[in-house]
Nanobody
Framework: QGQLVESGGGLVQPGGSLRLSCAAS????????MGWYRQAPGKQRELVAT???????NYADSVKGRFTISRDNAKNTMYLQMTSLKPEDTAVYYC???????????????WGQGTLVTVSS
């Protein structure tokens, strides 16, 4: 029931910026940890950043100082502000969240469909 919907990907030049969004839909009771992952061509999926419900954040070393993860609990939405983008940031970016639905005692891991970010001149 429900899903994670990502948006904001696209083509940008090196040094540019993008803001990704991830919105959770459905009858949501609560969302615990959320995070952004990415997968470049020919490489494994890797962690980009995570954020707890209380706002505690964690970043991969490769994006520290350039990316900012945030969330709006009232909107069940998470964001990733990406600045100073580099060609090596090119990847499909995926939203991940631990979601608990109304009427369900389980907290299940959800994944978005992914949004492509291409950094190239």
């Amino acid at each position: 029931q429900g899903q994670l919907v990502e948006s904001g990907g696209g083509l940008v030049q090196p040094g540019g910026s993008l803001r990704l969004s991830c919105a959770a839909s459905g009858r949501i009771f609560s969302i615990n940890n959320m995070g952004w992952y990415r997968q470049a061509p020919g490489k494994q999926r890797e962690l980009v950043a995570t954020i707890s419900k209380s706002g505690s954040t964690n970043y991969a070393d490769s994006v520290k100082g350039r990316f900012t993860i945030s969330r709006d609990n009232a909107k069940n939405t998470m964001y990733l502000q990406m600045t100073s983008l580099k060609p090596e940031d090119t990847a499909v970016y995926y939203c991940n969240a631990q979601v608990r639905r109304w009427g369900d005692l389980r907290s299940l891991e959800h994944w978005g469909q992914g949004t492509l970010v291409t950094v190239s001149s």
